[in-house]
């Protein structure tokens, strides 16, 4: 069984371009979350889907960033327009049911410059 | 508030017993998780805790939890050298779905 995939493994983007980031989850998985480590600090959450919905998106820093999952599956992570402080790395992880262990995907590093 | 913090960097032997200590915040967190993470790829659950429990084994993991003093630990026996990754510490409260996460910390196996 496939684990939980992130597209792309790097990005290197400028300060003020976009970059969207997509995560596939375990597939049956209708839960989604994001979390983020940036400049080696804690990984923080940043939000939570249920099938296409949000659950909790108390962890989002700022409207710069927009998720969308629609139809359940795959979910994307937009980041317009990027700022340095965005460079890090985002984690996608996947459960079953709510109270399940999250799968965490390797990650999508990505720099702004 | 929740906040969930440990060492950043720990060297040990191969052979010899390594313990990564955490302290955390929240006196209301249900789960505590050790989270292994190995270079390139992501984080994988090595084994997590009740609140209710004070020590869980598993083979050579050994989670030790004080909740008094809000003091987590993970002690690997015979460090091997396949040990070697960042292990992160965190907690949740049941029925909230977000993990709190503490820094990592870098366990470098010397052979």
């Known amino acids: 069984e496939a684990g939980v995939t992130q597209f792309p493994s790097h990005s290197v983007i400028e300060k003020g371009q976009t970059v969207t980031l997509r995560c596939d989850p375990i597939?049956?998985?209708?839960?989604l979350y994001w979390y983020r480590r940036v400049m080696g600090k804690e990984i923080k959450f940043l939000l939570h889907?249920?099938?296409?919905?949000?659950?909790?998106e108390s962890g989002m820093p700022n409207n710069r960033f927009l998720a969308e999952r629609t139809g359940g599956t795959y979910s994307t992570l937009k980041v317009q327009p990027a700022e340095l402080e965005d460079s890090g790395v985002y984690f996608c992880?996947?459960?079953?049911?709510?109270?399940?262990?999250?799968?965490f995907g390797p990650g999508t590093r990505l720099t702004v410059t | 508030g929740e906040d969930v913090e440990q060492s950043l960097f720990l060297s040990v032997r191969e052979g010899d017993s390594s313990v990564i200590n955490c302290t955390y915040t929240?006196?209301?967190?249900?789960?505590l998780y050790w989270y292994k993470q190995e270079p390139g790829a992501g984080l994988q659950l090595l084994t997590y805790?009740?609140?209710?429990?004070d020590m869980k084994q598993d083979q050579r993991l050994t989670v030790l939890l004080n909740k008094k003093d809000k003091h987590l630990s993970l002690r690997i026996a015979d460090t091997q050298t396949g040990d070697s990754a960042i292990y992160f510490c965190?907690?949740?409260?049941?029925?909230?779905?977000?993990?709190?996460f503490g820094t990592g910390t870098k366990l470098q196996v010397i052979p």
């Open positions: 992880a996947s459960s079953q049911d709510w109270q399940g262990e999250q799968y």
């Open positions: 597939s049956g998985h209708d839960n």
């Open positions: 889907f249920v099938k296409e919905s949000k659950q909790d």
């Open positions: 929240d006196s209301s967190s249900t789960y």
């Open positions: 805790i009740f609140s209710n429990m």
């Open positions: 965190a907690e949740s409260i049941q029925g909230y779905q977000k993990v709190t």
